[in-house]
């Protein structure tokens, strides 16, 4: 599941980041280190008129956000514009080395989310192709590779930095077609071994933001026999219901998650159950930021402190870094700042790490 950390028991304070995303973990420098050196002319990285590869300064302000936005495509477009990297497996690998290399100097172990449906269907568009055009199963052995270099970019980080790294994969309720996603999820059982769980991702338009399809549900359910740690993005863009529906999943972390703040008695089952929030201020900040204003108003207390006082595991997150231009560092800074009990947020981060590895730090 994951290489050994270096020490049985790290003595001193351990930060963990916990929940980020590797799609959201492209920063600028390596995202024209990779341009560079697979002569990727998109004109997000290169100047044509000019002749020559932008700056990251220049690049900066088409992938991080100015400021919060409550129309979530706004964060969604950046994400968009850094995919142009993934113009094959090689370049998706190289983006990924410096993605981990990145994390590992951020925190002191972590989390990455991969999204292995949107990555594989975003390089075979690079490819001139249509994904819909590819054979569910075809589909699938165009994302093995994918999948298959993420965790050698992995394997290959932390043999470099020892820092504990485990990598989730996740499904998007975006669920563009339930034949490529069954086919997608047999594959990745072959590897399940080298993945720490699942998540459920993304972002969809309408009035209800976190549905759950009824076959993404069966085929999460068919998954779990083999990664049995679920994870659900939910109380976020939606409110405290979208956590209680989340929670009849039986999930053992929430993405988010800070909207259960809206309803006492989902906070009473979340601490009954033992479920942990992810909680990412600076994410919050730009996606939810009128949701946030009320719920600390109601609180007195910001999301992450309100929660740890309802009894709710909380652990920190720095999400999408890239997009939201933040860092994990910075996302511990700010918690100090808003008062959380960094030595409950530590403990509980061990134990959700134990939790989803068996293994002690
Ligand atoms: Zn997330």
Not at 134 to 151: D, H, T
Not at 208 to 213: A, F, L, T, W
């Amino acid at each position: 599941m994951l290489a050994a950390p270096r020490l049985p028991y790290y003595p001193g304070p351990v930060h963990l980041d916990l929940h980020r995303h590797l799609e959201g973990s492209h920063s600028p420098a390596a995202l024209l280190e990779v341009a560079r050196t697979f002569d990727i002319r998109n004109p997000l990285f290169f100047d044509a008129a000019g002749d020559r590869f932008r700056t990251e300064a220049e690049l900066a302000p088409a992938v991080t956000m100015d400021g919060p936005s409550a129309d979530a495509g706004v964060f969604y477009d950046r994400i968009v514009k850094a995919r142009a990297a993934y113009v094959s497996v090689p370049a998706i690998a190289a983006l990924a080395v410096r993605a981990f290399r990145e994390a590992a100097a951020d925190s002191d172990g972590f989390e990455m989310r991969l999204s292995l449906f949107s990555m594989t269907r975003t390089l075979i568009e690079q490819q001139g192709e249509a994904w819909k055009a590819v054979a569910p199963v075809a589909f699938a052995e165009r994302a093995r590779p994918i999948l298959l270099a993420v965790l050698a970019a992995r394997d290959q980080v932390f043999a470099e930095t020892q820092v504990p790294m485990v990598v989730r994969l996740g499904l998007s309720r975006t669920f563009e077609s339930e034949a490529h996603y069954r086919a997608l999820a047999d594959m990745v059982v072959e590897h399940a071994g080298a993945l720490v769980g699942l998540d459920v991702l993304g972002i969809v338009a309408g009035a209800d933001r976190e549905p759950m399809p009824a076959a993404l549900v069966e085929i999460l359910t068919a998954l779990r026999r083999h990664l049995p740690d679920l994870t659900i993005h939910a109380g976020e863009l939606a409110g405290h219901e979208s956590v209680d529906r989340t929670l009849a999943l039986d999930p053992r972390g929430i993405g988010h998650g800070v909207r259960s703040l809206e309803n006492p008695a989902t906070l009473e089952r979340l601490a009954a159950a033992g479920v942990t929030l992810e909680v990412c201020p600076t994410s919050n900040h730009l996606l939810i930021n009128e949701e946030v204003a009320a719920i600390t108003r109601m609180h007195g207390a910001a999301p992450l402190p309100a929660l740890q006082r309802a009894g709710v595991h909380c652990v920190l997150g720095s999400d999408d870094p890239t997009p939201m231009g933040t860092s994990f560092r910075h996302e511990l800074e700010v918690a100090t700042r808003i008062g959380v009990d960094m030595g409950r947020l530590e403990a509980d981060a061990r134990r959700r790490w134990t939790e989803m590895t068996g293994q002690t730090l």
